[in-house]
């Protein structure tokens, strides 16, 4: 089914057809994996942004960066319309409450300390 806004409910369809729930202990643990990997996302993007201040810091590894990024493109690469916008509007609440919350403990813990000195070695002009 289904929805035009947030909807409550244990039955919902997560990413893939094939994740599905039905009972409330699946929709609860389904729940708390969202949120787990809502934490770890975070994580994984206070490594990127000390990973390219690494980068910059060390110009002879740059190259290999970058080809290896390059050799990556064609998997990232996204097609989308205005139907995959339509189907990507309807949200169950608590799997929306789920990923904000897990972001921003994810935040909390691993991205609030030290971002303001890695803004200002990113852009050392950015008072001027």
Not at 119 to 125: A, K
Request: net charge positive; hydrophobic share 50%.
């Amino acid at each position: 089914m289904m929805h035009l806004t947030f909807y409550w409910g244990k039955k919902v369809t997560i990413l893939f057809d094939s994740w599905q729930t039905k009972l409330w202990t699946e929709y609860l643990l389904s729940l708390v994996a969202l949120f787990l990997v809502a934490a770890f996302y975070q994580y994984m993007e206070d490594c990127r942004v000390r990973f390219k201040i690494l980068a910059k810091s060390k110009p002879s590894i740059q190259p290999a960066i970058g080809a290896l990024l390059l050799a990556f493109a064609p998997f990232v690469a996204c097609s989308g319309g205005p139907t995959r916008f339509a189907f990507a509007i309807p949200y169950n609440g608590g799997v929306f409450i789920s990923i904000v919350l897990g972001l921003a403990v994810g935040y909390l813990l691993y991205r609030r300390n030290g971002e303001e000195e890695l803004v200002m070695v990113e852009n050392p002009y950015a008072y001027a």
